[in-house]
């Protein structure tokens, strides 16, 4: 059974990094045809996509925050990351990694970590 | 970015009801259009994937239609567990994907 969770700060001070990894099991990142993604929803509203990893280390940020985003993946350690510099209150939000098929939509989801940036 | 439009942002609704939500896209996506269903402090859920098929495990009263711009999700017959926000998303340019603003279903 796959699962995805999220480790991290809960807690990230504004204009430093956010820093957070996805640890997989059931599944393996490397020769995988998935995708491996985040995806946030600030409280109270909507999701959206920031970002995905092929299995090949190539990536695909959503262009509204490709400034401040890095993913990477280790697949040595079955883990994904994203760091996303340069935060402020607007960036306070649940973060989900995700593992999207082929075709984009997302099958499967960590249940999520909160992420509050203030002072 | 492909800009996507639900509608209605909220409805309220009886058990055995049929409901249909709306989702609209800013250019033609073929079928690359998904849906979940989200519950409060939960991850969302995959119910429809490529606009009409359901993925698996998910009741058939949920029936996903569309393509180009212009796409349904369908519940048949609200049952009690169905009263959620639902999301459409488009993955035109897997794997980036933007989302609906959400659609958030109530007892009435």
């Known amino acids: 059974q796959l699962q995805l969770q999220e480790s991290g700060p809960g807690l990230v001070k504004p204009s430093e990094t956010l820093s957070l990894t996805c640890t997989v099991s059931g599944d393996s990142i490397s020769g995988s045809s998935y995708y491996w993604g985040w995806i946030r929803q600030p409280p109270g509203k909507g999701l959206e996509w920031i970002g995905s990893n092929d299995y090949s280390g190539s990536t695909y940020y959503n262009p509204s925050l490709k400034s401040r985003v890095t993913m990477s993946v280790d697949t040595s350690k079955n883990q994904f990351s994203l760091k996303l510099k340069s935060v402020t209150a607007a960036d306070t939000a649940m973060y989900h990694c995700?593992?999207?098929?082929?075709?984009?939509?997302?099958?499967?989801w960590g249940q999520g970590t909160l992420v509050t940036v203030s002072s | 970015d492909i800009q996507m439009t639900q509608s209605p942002s909220s409805l309220s609704a009886s058990v055995g009801d049929r409901v249909t939500i709306t989702c609209r896209a800013g250019?033609?996506?073929?079928?690359?259009l998904n849906w979940y269903q989200q519950k409060p402090g939960k991850a969302p859920k995959l119910l429809i994937y490529t606009a009409s098929s359901l993925q698996s495990g998910v009741p058939s009263r949920f029936v996903g239609s569309g393509s180009g711009t212009d796409f349904t999700l369908t519940i048949t017959s609200l049952q009690p567990e169905d009263f959620a926000t639902y999301y459409c998303q488009q993955t035109y340019g897997t794997p980036s994907g933007t989302f609906g603003q959400g659609t958030r279903l109530e007892i009435k």
């Open positions: 995700v593992r999207q098929a082929p075709g984009g939509y997302v099958g499967y």
């Open positions: 250019q033609s996506i073929s079928t690359y």
